[in-house]
């Protein structure tokens, strides 16, 4: 028999007891022995919740009691968590996390702690989808070239819900925090941050990079508007938000931000809820995986397939995959050094010699146009314009440039296109 306690009963902690509960002939015969929850913690013990656990408000219930094997925590959060996570190692227990926040600052010093005890984190990454296992086992053969999808349900929903039905984004936020996909804080989500956790968490399996969130680009959904979705649809291209780490021979590039992409590619196709990853390795080519990000029962699907890797005597491999440093070491690009196509949002006064003042600054920063449409709002216009290849830098500087003319009513949004 195999105990367990998990800290944080919320949207997965309580599908975890459940599943637990309600598929344990296929999970004990898996395992190879019974596994029991014996106690979950929470912060409010007098919330109504539809599990029939033991509960305690105390955490070391769970983290001091000498019967408990496995320590699931689901509480979220960065420094609580890796106080508790940390209490759990250090009392010998193994541990099981979805926590891609926790991992995002701390992987590495949790990695030391852990040494030999097993700690497994499938669900940190892609929700249902097994990810970690992947790119840690399956692929361990290969040098990765390239690790780019869609890493975030909730993003990925509300994109799909403002192309097809045109709701306004508050309302689809609300929706997707009802159906349990969004973070406690959802601006960890719609700012690209929850992405950007899950990127690097990838990129150490990857490419044993020990890099920080502050240290990567990230953008947000925050400032796509039905012009921008608009504008998607007449050129063939799908908004979504993409996490993307490449590799060339001595750098690794990591960015997170909403990308136009062709309607055509595979990417392009996955709507709602669902996440979709290409991983290219150099031996095996380009692999994809795909299924629910986020959500209750999805995400408790990949816990406990950590829970019973445990209960089986497993989960004990290098915690990020590396048993050493490679030598010559990959270093993190520089974000200014990254090319791309973009996609501008310039809202200006609909007057005469606008445009050319406009296309100006475009031509002195080495920009290109490839397509413009204009759209007259009242006494304005929106400028939408992409551009062929230009340097991050030269895009940057020409928005800077932007927001500073008179006529120029707001920050112009940019848009990467892949
Ligand atoms: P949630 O619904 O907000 O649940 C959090 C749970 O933790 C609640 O039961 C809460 O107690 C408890 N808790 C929070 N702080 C605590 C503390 N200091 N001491 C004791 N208990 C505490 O969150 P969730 O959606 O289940 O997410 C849990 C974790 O899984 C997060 O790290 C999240 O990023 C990750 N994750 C979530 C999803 C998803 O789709 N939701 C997918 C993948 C990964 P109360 O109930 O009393 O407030
Ligand atoms: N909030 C996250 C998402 C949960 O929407 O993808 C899954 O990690």
Same mark, same amino acid.
């Given at each position: 028999?195999?105990?367990?306690?998990?800290?944080?009963?919320?949207?997965?902690?309580?599908?975890?007891?459940?599943?637990?509960?309600?598929?344990?002939?296929?999970?004990?015969?898996?395992?190879?022995?019974?596994?029991?929850?014996?106690?979950?913690? #929470?912060?409010?013990?007098?919330?109504?919740?539809?599990?029939?656990?033991?509960?305690?408000?105390?955490?070391?219930?769970?983290?001091?009691? &000498?019967?408990?094997?496995?320590? #699931?925590?689901?509480?979220? &959060?960065?420094?609580?968590?890796?106080?508790?996570?940390?209490?759990?190692?250090?009392?010998?227990?193994?541990?099981?996390?979805?926590?891609?926040?926790?991992?995002?600052?701390?992987?590495?010093?949790?990695?030391?702690?852990?040494?030999?005890?097993?700690?497994?984190?499938?669900?940190?990454?892609?929700?249902?989808?097994?990810?970690?296992?992947?790119?840690?086992?399956?692929?361990?053969?290969? =040098?990765?070239?390239?690790?780019?999808?869609? /890493?975030?349900?909730?993003?990925?929903?509300?994109?799909?819900? /403002?192309?097809?039905?045109? #709701?306004?984004?508050?309302?689809?936020?609300?929706?997707? %925090? %009802?159906?349990?996909?969004?973070?406690?804080?959802?601006?960890?989500?719609?700012?690209?941050?929850?992405?950007?956790?899950?990127?690097?968490?990838?990129?150490?399996?990857?490419?044993?990079?020990?890099?920080?969130?502050?240290?990567?680009?990230?953008?947000?959904?925050?400032?796509?508007? %039905?012009?921008?979705?608009?504008?998607?649809?007449?050129?063939?291209?799908?908004?979504?938000?993409?996490?993307?780490?490449?590799?060339?021979?001595?750098?690794?590039?990591?960015?997170?931000?909403?990308?136009?992409?062709?309607?055509?590619?595979?990417?392009?196709?996955?709507?709602?809820?669902?996440?979709?990853?290409?991983?290219?390795?150099?031996?095996?080519?380009?692999?994809?995986?795909?299924?629910?990000?986020?959500?209750?029962?999805?995400?408790?699907?990949?816990?406990?397939?950590?829970?019973?890797?445990?209960?089986?005597?497993?989960g004990r491999s290098p915690m990020l995959g590396f048993n050493r440093p490679m030598?010559?070491?990959?270093?993190?690009?520089?974000?200014?050094? #990254?090319?791309?196509?973009?996609?501008?949002?310039?809202?200006?006064?609909?007057?005469?010699?606008?445009?050319?003042?406009?296309?100006?600054?475009?031509?002195?920063?080495?920009?290109?146009i490839e397509t413009m449409l204009q759209k007259p709002i009242k006494d304005t216009?929106?400028?939408?314009?992409?551009? =062929?290849?230009?340097?991050?830098?030269?895009?940057?500087?020409?928005?800077?440039?932007?927001?500073?003319?008179?006529?120029?009513?707001?920050?112009?949004?940019?848009?990467?296109?892949?």
């Amino acid at each position: 028999m195999i105990k367990v306690g998990i800290i944080g009963v919320g949207t997965v902690g309580e599908s975890v007891a459940k599943i637990l509960k309600e598929n344990q002939d296929v999970i004990s015969a898996r395992a190879g022995k019974a596994i029991e929850v014996k106690c979950g913690v #929470v912060r409010d013990i007098n919330k109504k919740r539809d599990v029939d656990i033991p509960l305690s408000a105390n955490v070391n219930d769970v983290l001091e009691d &000498g019967e408990i094997d496995i320590v #699931v925590e689901l509480m979220g &959060g960065v420094e609580e968590a890796y106080k508790v996570v940390t209490k759990a190692l250090k009392n010998k227990k193994a541990v099981v996390t979805a926590n891609k926040a926790l991992l995002a600052y701390h992987r590495y010093e949790l990695q030391t702690i852990a040494k030999d005890l097993p700690f497994a984190y499938e669900a940190s990454v892609a929700g249902g989808i097994p990810i970690i296992n992947a790119l840690r086992d399956g692929l361990s053969a290969n =040098h990765i070239d390239s690790i780019m999808g869609i /890493m975030n349900g909730t993003c990925n929903y509300m994109l799909t819900k /403002m192309r097809d039905d045109g #709701v306004g984004y508050d309302e689809i936020l609300k929706e997707a %925090q %009802q159906l349990g996909y969004a973070e406690a804080d959802p601006t960890f989500d719609v700012g690209g941050f929850d992405a950007a956790h899950k990127l690097l968490i990838l990129a150490s399996i990857a490419y044993g990079i020990d890099a920080k969130p502050e240290d990567i680009l990230i953008e947000g959904i925050e400032n796509i508007t %039905q012009d921008d979705i608009s504008f998607a649809k007449e050129f063939g291209y799908e908004i979504k938000l993409l996490g993307i780490a490449k590799k060339d021979d001595t750098e690794v590039e990591l960015r997170v931000h909403p990308t136009l992409i062709k309607k055509d590619e595979m990417i392009a196709k996955i709507d709602g809820v669902m996440n979709g990853i290409s991983v290219i390795g150099d031996r095996v080519g380009e692999t994809l995986y795909y299924g629910p990000g986020a959500g209750g029962d999805a995400t408790a699907s990949a816990v406990i397939a950590n829970i019973i890797e445990i209960a089986r005597g497993g989960g004990r491999s290098p915690m990020l995959g590396f048993n050493r440093p490679m030598e010559g070491k990959l270093k993190l690009k520089n974000t200014n050094d #990254v090319s791309s196509r973009y996609y501008l949002r310039i809202n200006v006064d609909d007057k005469a010699g606008v445009l050319a003042k406009i296309t100006k600054h475009f031509e002195e920063n080495s920009i290109s146009i490839e397509t413009m449409l204009q759209k007259p709002i009242k006494d304005t216009a929106n400028l939408l314009i992409s551009t =062929h290849t230009a340097k991050e830098k030269d895009i940057q500087n020409l928005i800077e440039e932007l927001s500073n003319l008179a006529f120029v009513k707001q920050k112009p949004v940019m848009i990467r296109i892949v």
